[in-house]
């Protein structure tokens, strides 16, 4: 079973702190996509990143995949208590283009 | 644009009833996917449909079976529904191409006594 690690679970910050999210696989995959989901909705899309190394911004998010495609990471820069929500990241796998998740970040900003 | 529409939104049901979830999408993707949400265990996939009359196991296939009825609807079906079920379920569809997004519904909050 591939599995994709992804820390912490759990994150409670004040606004204006800055924050990372971890996803760690012992699998290399073709591409990983970042997901947010808000109470009583789907996931929505953040951002795929395909290429090793590459480093895409959105805003106060930057998502950067690891060299060996095995790893990525988010990076919010001074939380706002509007990026209060889950976090998911997903890795694809195949020619089928099957998603393996992470378990999920639920971060809360306080203001 | 409705996307992905799963219905019902709520159900409650008791151990050994049956029930259809329905999910339709108007974007004329291939793929449709079907996913439970459980705390702390993230998504996992149940069955998947990689074009109109295919469809696929999952990670969490047993007790359930899927019916890919037309490119627009994918349905997942409980023949008879056990406490483990309880979960909020989600239909997803993805266009051409393996890196593309997939698009979720809202799921279906499913309660099993």
């Known amino acids: 079973t591939q599995l994709l690690e992804q820390s912490p679970q759990f994150l409670s910050i004040q606004e204006g702190e800055n924050l990372t999210v971890y996803c760690n696989s012992s699998?290399?995959?073709?591409?990983l996509q970042w997901y947010r989901q808000e109470p009583g909705e789907g996931p929505v899309l953040l951002v795929t990143?395909?290429?090793?190394?590459e480093v895409k911004k959105l805003k106060r998010l930057t998502f950067q995949f690891g060299d060996a495609r095995k790893d990525s990471s988010l990076h919010i820069t001074a939380a706002q208590p509007g990026d209060t929500g889950l976090y998911l990241c997903?890795?694809?796998?195949?020619?089928?283009?099957?998603?393996?998740f992470g378990k999920g970040t639920k971060l809360s900003v306080k203001p | 644009n409705a996307g992905v529409t799963q219905t019902p939104k709520f159900q409650v049901l008791k151990t050994g009833q049956s029930m259809t979830l329905q999910c339709a999408q108007d974007m004329n993707h291939n793929s449709m996917y079907w996913y439970r949400q459980d705390p702390g265990m993230g998504l996992r996939l149940i069955y998947y449909?990689?074009?109109?009359?295919?469809?696929d196991k999952g990670e969490v296939p047993n007790g359930y079976n899927v019916s890919r009825l037309n490119k627009r609807e994918f349905s997942l079906r409980l023949e008879s529904a056990a406490p483990s079920q309880t979960s909020v379920y989600f239909c997803?569809?993805?266009?051409?191409?393996?890196?593309?997004?997939?698009?979720f519904g809202d799921g279906t909050r499913l309660s099993i006594l």
């Open positions: 997903a890795g694809v796998l195949g020619s089928q283009g099957n998603l393996i």
């Open positions: 699998s290399v995959f073709s591409s």
């Open positions: 449909s990689a074009s109109e009359g295919t469809t």
């Open positions: 997803a569809s993805r266009g051409r191409g393996h890196n593309q997004p997939q698009h």
């Open positions: 990143v395909v290429t090793g190394g």
